[in-house]
Nanobody, 123 residues
């Protein structure tokens, strides 16, 4: 199970840290990903982190989004800086086995999902 937290309403220009507690990793080699779904739009990948700590961020989001993991607490965090209204979305974390060298940025690679946490950015 995965449980997201940390969402809320924030002002543009601020920062936000979302957390995802992973109660059980799908395998020893795993990927945990963050996705987001803006209102009325498709859900798309933000980035991933794997069991080695390697991260991938969607190219268009590089520079403002950072993914880290505290393995002791089984918590994966997504930090978003310089928030803009376009960051308004429901943010989901997802987990899956790492079958390749890199984690994939596609939903089909992740069989386990949290329920999401809402982030609203006002200008």
């Amino acid at each position: 199970q995965l449980l997201e937290s940390g969402g809320g309403s924030v002002q543009a220009g601020g920062s936000l840290r979302l957390s995802c507690v992973v109660s059980e990793y799908p395998s020893r080699d795993y990927c945990v990903a963050w996705f987001r779904q803006p209102p009325g739009k498709e859900r798309r990948a933000v980035g991933t982190i794997d069991n080695t700590g390697a991260t991938r961020i969607t190219v268009s989001l590089k520079g403002r989004f950072t993914i880290t993991e505290d393995t002791a607490s089984h918590t994966v965090q997504l930090r978003v800086d310089s928030l803009i209204p376009e960051d308004t979305a429901t943010y989901y974390c997802a987990a899956g086995a790492r079958l390749y060298a890199d984690c994939h940025l596609v939903q089909s690679s992740y069989p386990y999902w949290g329920r999401g946490t809402q982030v609203t950015v006002s200008s």
